[in-house]
């Protein structure tokens, strides 16, 4: 079995989600005579959503290829960011570094495009709905993408930077996504919604979301599992 190594801390919450759930689903697909070989190196969340909000994306290719180069030299195969707001810098972080990141742009968007979906609504931090990152795949492959508008985007933002990045889950808070998402739905026709960020399976799931619901963080565990297993 391959070694993980994940860029975590981005924030906290979700990666322990990663943790346990590799752990986990790994120890019961080998029927429990193995647990991944996994490292983590976490970053310091203010000082990298810092770089994000001020543009400083030099210095957060350098922060995060500095994290991915340890955990290559960990001797980790396969290598993530957990974050998608971080993919702002993917390509940057890959030509640096010369490593072979695990996209979880790239796995949703195959995953969409396997299920025969043509339209999807984005949901994610301010910087994943507004900027192309998340979406370059999925036009790539054909797939029609909207995102809220800018008032339920600025909502949708302060929820997750506020309340899901600390492990807060309100029922107020789905009702006002799940408004949002209907509202999508009504002006758009999507089919699909993306749980574009990786604190957001923390307020929806599949029993809750009254549209398909594509977890980026379930997806992109089932890509590193299969990589890791190979």
Known sequence: M???GLVGGTGPESTLMYYKELNNRIDALTHGKHMPDLVI???DFPRTWEYVITAQYDKLTDYLAEKVNCLVKSGAEVVSLTAATMHIVYDEVVSKTG????SIPKAVAEEAASQ???KVGLLGTIFTMEQDYMKKDLLHAGIQVFIPEKQDRELIAKRIYEELERGI???STLNEFLAIIEKMRSDHGIEAVILGCTELPLLLNPDNC?????DAVEI???????LACN
């Open 2 to 4: 391959k070694k993980i």
């Open 41 to 43: 190196e976490s970053v």
């Open 99 to 102: 490593a072979e990141l695990v």
């Open 116 to 118: 025969g979906i043509m």
């Open 169 to 171: 889950v309100k029922e």
């Open 210 to 214: 009254p549209l398909i619901c594509l």
């Open 220 to 226: 992109h565990l089932k890509k590193l599992i299969e």
